[in-house]
Every structure is written in C-alpha cells, then in structure tokens.
C-alpha cells in the first residue's frame, strides 16, 4: 500500500521556508498549517504565504486550514493553487457547500475533526470529500504528544468507508513519528502529516525514507 508523508513546515525554520519546502522532495505533499489567532490561538500563515509558497515547492501543497469561517475563505486556497484544502467541520456552518466550493476550485477538499468532536454526525460529508483528517492533538500547535485514545475513531471511519465503498484519503496529524505512524497505519490511515519528526532533527530527507520504513514493518 501507498503511504503518503506530508511534511508541516509548522516545525521548519520560518525564515527560510524556500529552503524548508526543498528540503523534502521526498514527501508526497507539504502541509501548511494555517492558523488565525481565533479558532486556535496561533497566528501562522495566510493566502499570501501560501501563494508563494505553492510557486517554489517541488511537492504540492497540503493546506491545513485552522481558521473560524471556513466557509467564506476556505475556497480562496485552492484557487491559490493548494493540492488540497482541509477545513475543520467545527468552523463551517455549512460544511457541504464549502466541499463543493473546493472542488469546484480544482482542489481536493478534506474535512479536519478534532479530538473532542465525535465522528458519526459528520460521516454524510465523508461521500464526497477527498481527505478525513482525524486530529491525533489539539490542533493549535506542534511538538505535541500523539493521542492513541484517537484510534478507534480511526478505525470506525475506516470501517465506515469500507462498508460504503468509498476511498477518500485518511489523515492523521499530530505526534506522527517511526514509533505512531505504525499504530495509525493499523487503524486505517493512509496520510500521515509529520512535523518535529522531520524537521526537528537530523535532515527531512532521511526522516522521511524513517517514516516510510517504519510504514513497512507496520503492514507486516
Ligand atoms: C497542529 C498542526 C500539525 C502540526 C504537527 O495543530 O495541525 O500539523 O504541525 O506537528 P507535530 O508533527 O510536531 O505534532
Ligand atoms: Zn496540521
């Protein structure tokens, strides 16, 4: 099975984040994170950031929107041109619509839910979005521990699009490193959005062909 590594650049140096984005070519996608100083209490990038950013990156960009009122700005992402945009179903009033918007956009839509939020009253929107995330921490920051109490959320989602024959991507994010991956992996993750465990140490190459390995002795 294909697993896909999405680097966070939260974790990179955000005065060189040229260098940071190619430094991971070997990722199937850069995450970015951003974040409003409202539906979490950070402030990190908006649409400017992510324009350029989308110009210099090798790999496509994962936009992880943690921002309130989704449905007025989720859009505007993907016509900056993000692979995907991921927006939390808390911060939607009408989720349904803000997928379409997406797609109709060009880019892949994701819904993000977070530890406290339960699944089940969402799954109707998992029919036609291209990407679960489930949070495996409080979304807000990084460096943060993962949460295994998560797990069976995971696996009755994958349970879920098993029985409805559906393929959407599954993401986890949040304390993904060789030693979590494997657990999600088990509980029918796919995507595996990593931020410390690639740039906080080493170099993000070879902490990605870790996590990949790591992917390998999990199927085992
Ligand atoms: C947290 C962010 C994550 C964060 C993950 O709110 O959504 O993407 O960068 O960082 P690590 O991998 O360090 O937990
Ligand atoms: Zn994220």
Do not use: C, W
Request: glycine residues 8%.
């Amino acid at each position: 099975m294909h697993i896909r590594i999405h680097p966070s650049i939260l974790a990179a140096d955000f005065a060189n984040l040229e260098a940071a984005v190619g430094d991971v070519e070997a990722a199937d996608a850069v995450h970015v994170d951003v974040m409003d100083n409202h539906f979490v209490p950070t402030l990190t990038f908006g649409p400017q950031m992510v324009q350029r950013l989308s110009e210099v990156s090798p790999v496509p960009l994962d936009v992880h929107l943690m921002i309130a009122n989704a449905d007025d700005h989720a859009a505007h992402y993907a016509e900056l041109g993000a692979e995907s945009v991921t927006f939390h179903v808390e911060a939607a009033t009408d989720p349904q619509a803000v997928i379409d918007s997406i797609q109709s956009h060009g880019a892949r839509a994701g819904i993000a839910i977070k530890p406290g939020t339960p699944l089940e009253p969402y799954l109707p929107l998992v029919h036609s979005a291209d990407l679960v995330l489930i949070m495996t921490v409080e979304p807000g920051a990084g460096g943060q521990s993962f949460m295994p109490e998560m797990m069976p959320k995971l696996l009755a989602l994958h349970r879920y699009l098993g029985e409805q024959g559906l393929s959407p991507l599954v993401q986890v994010d949040g304390g993904i490193t060789v030693e979590t991956l494997p657990i999600a992996l088990t509980h029918g993750a796919d995507t595996f959005v990593a931020g410390s465990s690639v740039y906080g140490h080493g170099i993000p190459g070879d902490n990605i062909r870790a996590l990949r390995e790591a992917a390998t002795k999990g199927e085992a």
